[in-house]
């Protein structure tokens, strides 16, 4: 007889039983709207070390040579790629605006006329993340908890507000310049949340006008950092008899709500907003990681303006520094010093403007594209009897007037391209021309080339490629754009701060497209669905 004996197994030793999966409670996304890379080091000895950037650069990550892989290099493009790790040859947002050749019309990147403004009355809310056809990392955080995880997003900014908080989002929140006061869509929701009726009530904006803009700093350190206050080359938004420090904000009480992006306080009114929705939407208090996609659109409208060799620049750095090293004080006290991830990066350079660079001999200049247009299409109405065959050039790209091509027999494509080519070619400011048809053919150094091929999404790009040369850029006499492939526009800051994150530097290459799935890496959750790039290791524990 066989006796078959089923004794219980010995427990195995050492064995650890499995953990809860380990994450921070909220991540941070920072955008500083034009933040050249050297803005780090230029103003350096002027941040406090109580303020954002030397605590993010000292105590965090610093991934010093992170590039835009694109181009053209423009806010939507940019908080885009950073948000899903792709470039707009995937995502699409292949600038602010651009022409869609399907639907034969311009385009806004978020615009939709599908749903309505909440908030005000005005069609400043129109506006959704419909045109971007993949998902963002905070998308996919909402994925891998089952949409338990809150993300929010916040700028003055819509499209630096959208994008961002991708298609999921629990609320994305952005400025009515008519009004003064936050606003979002009915893409999100009927009603504005309490917390946000509550903020706008404050009406901060008329009380951040209550005053002037003067000097942060002490004289010194603007005749030391910058050139002079009062420059022929920079612009004025405040009116042609406000060049110069201080400007009065008092008359715009009540009346004009717009001037306050172009001022340091549009960070402060953007940073109140990011703690009012941390703490109105309980972000980070939850069992799941929370996410916060905050935005500072004021530097950019500042460097347009007044250019990156300014004294306005400066004072918005040094204003901003105090800012954020304010709102990460907030974060320690409210969600807990290290149970937060930061990282803090730019949606793009800016190039200096002309005039200074020509007033010390360096290599620059200005290309109008509307002056060029015009005088194109002045030609070529007077050689074929037709008006409007060049439509516009948009993000660099002329965009030809295809529908009358095609139904006029006797304007030959072929013919007008190469007519325009040659035009543009002779400009003294134009660098390459050539057909976006013939870019793989094209010889061209590789880093262009592969720029903008990853800028390039048919429907919603144009027929020509221009390359300015490097320190030219579209504009008049006064004031400075972005765009370029060049590092003036494509070198970025990349900072990573708090739970999860190791001390240290990195000089290797790094793009913006590697953002998203280091985030997603941190998280443990899916990289977004377009995403192109590769996790920087370095940066994790």
């Known amino acids: 007889m066989v006796v078959t004996s089923f004794g219980q197994a010995k427990p195995a030793q050492n064995v650890v039983a499995p953990q809860t999966l380990a994450r921070p409670k909220l991540v941070v996304g920072i955008v500083i709207d034009q933040m050249r890379w050297d803005y780090l080091y230029r103003y350096y000895n002027i941040f406090k070390a109580t303020?954002?950037?030397?605590?993010?650069?000292?105590?965090?990550?610093?991934?010093d040579n992170t590039l835009i892989p694109y181009t053209p290099t423009v806010t939507a493009a940019g908080h885009a790629s950073i948000y899903t790790g792709s470039v707009p040859a995937i995502d699409g947002i292949v600038g602010n605006d651009w022409y869609d050749n399907l639907q034969h019309k311009m385009v806004y990147c978020t615009a939709d006329t599908t749903v309505n403004t909440v908030g005000s009355t005005t069609n400043e809310g129109k506006m959704s993340p419909n045109n971007l056809l993949v998902t963002t990392i905070t998308d996919e955080l909402r994925l891998a908890t089952n949409f338990q995880s809150k993300v929010i997003g916040v700028a003055l900014k819509d499209r630096a507000s959208i994008l961002p908080a991708g298609h999921s989002a629990t609320g994305a929140y952005w400025y009515d310049h008519q009004t003064g006061d936050f606003i979002t869509s009915t893409y999100y929701s009927s009603d504005l949340p309490d917390w946000v009726k509550a903020f706008n009530k404050r009406k901060m904006a008329d009380s951040l006008y209550n005053g002037t803009w003067d000097m942060f700093l002490p004289?010194?350190?603007?005749?030391?950092?910058?050139?002079?206050?009062?420059?022929?080359?920079?612009g004025k938004p405040f009116g042609k008899d406000s060049s110069v420090f201080p400007y009065d904000l008092t008359k715009y009480i009540g009346k004009d709500y717009s001037k306050i992006a172009s001022t340091p306080y549009g960070n402060t009114l953007t940073a109140e907003m990011a703690e009012a929705a941390v703490t109105g939407e309980g972000l980070g208090k939850g069992s799941n990681t929370d996410f916060l996609a905050v935005s500072f659109s004021s530097p950019d409208y500042i460097g347009h303006a007044?250019?990156?060799?300014?004294?306005?620049q400066l004072d918005d750095f040094a204003r901003l520094d105090e800012t954020l090293g304010k709102f990460l004080d907030f974060l320690d006290a409210t969600i807990g010093k290290n149970q937060y991830t930061v990282f803090l990066t730019a949606d793009h350079g800016v190039a200096h403007i002309a005039g200074f660079m020509k007033e010390y001999g360096l290599p620059s200049g200005t290309f109008n594209n509307a002056a060029v247009v015009k005088q194109m299409n002045t030609i070529l109405k007077n050689k074929y009897g037709k008006d409007g065959i060049i439509r516009g050039i948009i993000n660099y790209?002329?965009?030809?007037?295809?529908?009358?091509?095609?139904?006029t027999e006797f304007l030959n494509r072929n013919d007008i391209i190469d007519w325009v080519t040659g035009y543009l070619q002779n400009q003294d400011a134009v660098a390459r021309v050539f057909t976006l048809e013939d870019l793989p053919a094209t010889p061209l150094n590789s880093k262009q080339k592969e720029m903008i091929t990853n800028g390039y999404y048919p429907q919603r790009s144009g027929d020509i490629q221009i390359i300015l040369k490097p320190g030219y850029y579209d504009g008049g006499t006064t004031g400075t754009t972005h765009g370029s492939w060049a590092p003036y526009d494509a070198h970025i800051p990349l900072l990573f701060y708090g739970w999860g994150i190791k001390h240290g530097k990195l000089n290797r290459e790094t793009y913006m497209t590697d953002i998203s799935p280091t985030i997603a890496a941190l998280l443990h959750i899916q990289m977004p669905s377009g995403s192109i790039g590769h996790v920087i290791e370095d940066v994790i524990k």
Request: glycine share 8%.
């Open 51 to 63: 303020g954002g950037f030397k605590r993010l650069m000292n105590d965090g990550f610093t991934c």
């Open 219 to 234: 004289r010194d350190i603007y005749e030391q950092y910058s050139t002079e206050d009062n420059t022929p080359y920079e």
């Open 306 to 312: 007044f250019g990156a060799n300014s004294w306005e």
């Open 397 to 407: 790209q002329v965009a030809l007037n295809n529908e009358l091509l095609d139904t």
